[in-house]
């Protein structure tokens, strides 16, 4: 049996048997890995682009994004369109977009420590998901939708890792809903299993053993 005391991955993902809008985790940008330990700045770069007000200037490091495969053919040209109209700009700078508008599609894995073989959050991990719930429920993110992805590493059979990395993302959704008011039809989660893990080339490593949350915009 294998020893779960390291936080799962998640994404929403699947190749096979997926939950309706699982394409849009697998279009989305590589998630960012953050440490044990990271500040609501942090977390707010990572999810939106930008870090929100009062904070200083943060420049999350993304792993690459995945090869492109080789483009088809570009398609005949299409008759020419007659040129837009031109409107006149209305006076005065357009607002500024919320910051959970900002990039949607952007993810961070964070380190959430779950007891053995189980979806109960251990202590030392509220505090990481208690700066998650202030950066969810802050005005300006008020409006967002989140997805909660469960991981695992590559140890133990497929169905089982599939649906222990399903619960801890549900659990991670109920602390979320329960401890900081996060309306719970903001929050979409799913169960990766070690499907997708951060570090393909060791599948078994702890690292893989992640939840990731994936901004689904407002």
Do not use: W
Not at 37 to 57: H, K, M
Not at 140 to 162: C, K, L, S, W
Not at 169 to 193: C, F, I, K, P, S
């Amino acid at each position: 049996m294998q020893m779960r005391m390291f936080p799962i991955i998640g994404v929403l993902a699947l190749a096979l048997a997926l939950p309706a809008g699982a394409a849009l985790a697998q279009s989305a940008a590589p998630a960012v890995p953050l440490g044990p330990n990271p500040s609501e700045c942090e977390i707010q770069a990572a999810l939106f682009g930008a870090a929100g007000p009062g904070c200083p200037s943060i420049v999350m490091k993304r792993p690459p994004p995945p090869p492109v495969t080789a483009a088809s053919p570009p398609a005949p040209a299409a008759a020419p369109t007659p040129a837009p109209v031109a409107v006149p700009t209305l006076p005065g700078p357009p607002p500024d977009p919320p910051v959970a508008a900002l990039k949607a599609g952007l993810r961070a894995a964070f380190r959430i420590g779950f007891d053995f073989n189980s979806a109960r959050i251990r202590p030392e991990s509220r505090a990481v998901l208690d700066r998650i719930g202030a950066v969810m429920t802050a005005p300006e993110a008020a409006t967002a939708r989140f997805r909660i992805v469960g991981h695992t590493d590559a140890v133990g059979g497929d169905a089982a890792n599939r649906a222990l990395s399903q619960r801890r993302a549900e659990a991670v959704a109920d602390y979320l809903a329960d401890q900081h008011g996060v309306r719970r039809d903001r929050l979409d989660t799913a169960g990766m299993g070690a499907r997708e893990p951060l570090l393909p080339k060791k599948p078994k490593a702890a690292e893989n053993r992640r939840v990731e949350i994936v901004n689904l915009g407002g």
